[in-house]
């Protein structure tokens, strides 16, 4: 029954049936926060969950999480349902896989999904991931050089059994990772806030007296597709395009993108994109579609709720074999490093059809810092090894990020996690649960890209082993170093990342390396691109930035062509 069918009375209560379907998903997804053993999920809201129909359709998503995780979780669904049709499901049965093709993207990413039955007839299925600290191989790093190098593959499997958690698939997980008890925890964790949702979607249909949820389901996506079509019709139709030159593993890495914009839908191609590298930055097409369609969310339908019916109105192309649809068995841990660059790719392409709505470039991938102690690192000598093994086991992802592009009429936002929406850790929960010490977190002056708005801030992080006679790894995974976020519109480039230690030497931006003991490690994230010309900021917004030491007097002088004496 379409929606123009619906009586008015049907219409308002699917509408008030789908507000409480939100906060399901939502304490869904916060009853994971709460019970999450890793940090990743229980400080930085890592996470993704969401609520399918029993065809593997999502009809609500929780706000808290990340575009990544849910856009991806979106599709992996229908992939659980080959493996495990719905007339072989039981009620109690939980399933689970970190395929990084049919899930969201790498090993890391748990993804869980439970059937719900409501008298005797499955009515929907929760999913939920999280990102654990460990699955084995050789850790969070970009070195591999395919998928078997990077830890433990779980295909979709049974997880429980009729309320019963499969000992043998439990051991098999706990016997490939370094943090057996933290993985086991999240893994049990995703459990329970997939059953929360369960028993309030149950409580729901008895409240709302409905048998099932297809009725309200149709409602839902049909009202969905209809705002996401009414929203791109305020969009010129006409197809762009856009080439971002990014950092890569060991040579720049292309990627080209058309956008095109026609009644009633969206198609994205990356025909031109370099091809997957045999490293472990490649992108699987899931993570593709979910940045991609995010991107555009952003400047088209941001306010249409995110589910299949929106969705489906966003299409994504990408040649098998490159670098955004890469072949298994190709090594994926770091694929957010090339997947967060995708909302600025269509970015610069939808600025061609509306300037007046487009931010600039930002930093854009995470800068999160994977801190590694008491494990061997290859190519060190003997001495540098045994400074290694001198401290304890750890195994810390601190979460940072540079700044974003700067935004029509405002300035990009600094230090903030954009596209991927996580959380910075607290510093005291890290050195309280790591042998780490911060000894310095400050906004990098001069970072954010000069224009009539500012780019966004970068950050300038130290940090040290807390045991100087103990070194440690640093394992890492950074790009817009060579390739800093562009301006646009006459605005300025921001400044690029570095990685170095104190005593001056200068780290590569990905890969596995040690920081010595009695070094510290020194970061500097990127900022964020300008947006128009310098000369035209407003005085008193560049006074401000060099009170405040955001822009040196010498930067004012330079880039914005007017001498500000600091106060």
Not at 40 to 56: C, H, I, K, M, N
Not at 146 to 174: S, T
Not at 536 to 559: C, F, I, K, P
Request: hydrophobic letters at 40%; one cysteine or more.
């Amino acid at each position: 029954m379409s929606t123009q069918q619906h009586t008015p009375q049907e219409r308002i209560r699917f509408q008030l049936a789908w507000n409480r379907l939100l906060s399901v998903v939502e304490e869904q997804a916060q009853v994971l926060i709460r019970s999450a053993f890793g940090t990743a999920t229980r400080e930085a809201g890592d996470l993704s969950a969401g609520v399918f129909l029993p065809d593997g359709r999502m009809i609500a998503q929780a706000v808290t999480g990340t575009p990544g995780h849910v856009n991806a979780m979106a599709e992996s669904v229908k992939h659980f349902l080959k493996v495990f049709p719905p007339d072989t499901l039981k009620d109690g049965d939980v399933l689970l896989t970190n395929d990084p093709w049919k899930g969201t993207g790498h090993l890391f990413d748990m993804t869980m999904v439970s059937p719900v039955f409501h008298d005797g007839a499955l009515v929907a299925l929760f999913a939920s991931t999280l990102h654990v600290i460990d699955i084995g191989g050789i850790g969070s790093s970009a070195d591999g050089l395919e998928v078997y190098h990077e830890g433990l593959f779980l295909p979709i499997l049974r997880f429980f059994h009729q309320h019963q958690v499969d000992p043998g698939v439990l051991a098999i997980i706990r016997a490939n990772v370094r943090e057996p008890e933290q993985v086991e925890g999240d893994l049990y964790a995703l459990v329970a806030c997939n059953d929360i949702g369960g028993r309030r979607l149950k409580s729901l249909l008895t409240e709302f007296q409905l048998a099932d949820l297809d009725a309200l389901g149709g409602y839902i996506v049909e009202q969905s597709a209809q705002a996401m079509r009414q929203a791109i019709s305020q969009w010129p139709q006409g197809t762009w395009h856009n080439t971002l030159v990014i950092d890569g593993y060991d040579a720049p890495i292309t990627l080209q993108a058309s956008v095109t914009v026609q009644a009633g839908k969206i198609l994205v191609d990356f025909d031109g994109t370099s091809p997957s590298v045999t490293r472990g930055i490649n992108v699987v097409k899931a993570y593709t579609d979910a940045y991609t369609s995010f991107g555009i969310r952003c400047l088209i339908g941001a306010d249409v709720p995110n589910n299949a019916g929106s969705l489906s109105l966003v299409e994504v192309s990408a040649p098998e074999g490159s670098i955004l649809n890469a072949r298994f068995p190709a090594a994926v841990t770091a694929r957010h490093i090339i997947g967060q660059m995708l909302p600025d790719v269509v970015f610069g392409a939808l600025r061609q059809a509306r300037a007046d709505q487009v931010p600039a470039e930002g930093a854009s991938s995470l800068w999160n810092l994977h801190l590694v102690g008491g494990e061997p690192l290859a190519g060190a000598t003997q001495a540098e090894q045994q400074s290694l093994l001198a401290g304890r086991r750890f195994n810390a992802t601190s979460f940072s990020t540079g700044g974003t592009g700067a935004r029509p009429g405002k300035d990009g936002l600094s230090v903030t996690s954009y596209p991927s929406g996580v959380r910075n850790v607290s510093l005291e929960i890290l050195e309280s649960a790591n042998p780490l010490v911060f000894e310095q977190k400050e906004y990098r002056q001069d970072s954010g890209g000069p224009g009539t708005v500012r780019g966004g801030l970068g950050q300038t992080i130290v940090v040290r082993h807390a045991d100087p006679q103990a070194g440690m790894i640093i394992a890492a995974a950074f790009d817009r170093v060579v390739h800093p976020a562009r301006g646009a519109l006459g605005g300025q480039a921001g400044a690029g990342g570095k990685l170095e230690l104190s005593s001056g030497a200068v780290l590569r931006a990905k890969g596995r390396q040690l920081i010595p003991a009695g070094e510290r490690l020194v970061v500097h994230t990127p900022g964020g691109g300008g947006l128009g010309d310098p000369a035209e900021r407003a005085d008193a917004r560049l006074q401000r930035d060099v009170q405040y030491g955001l822009v040196s007097a010498a930067q004012a002088e330079d880039a914005y062509g007017r001498p500000v004496a600091p106060t």
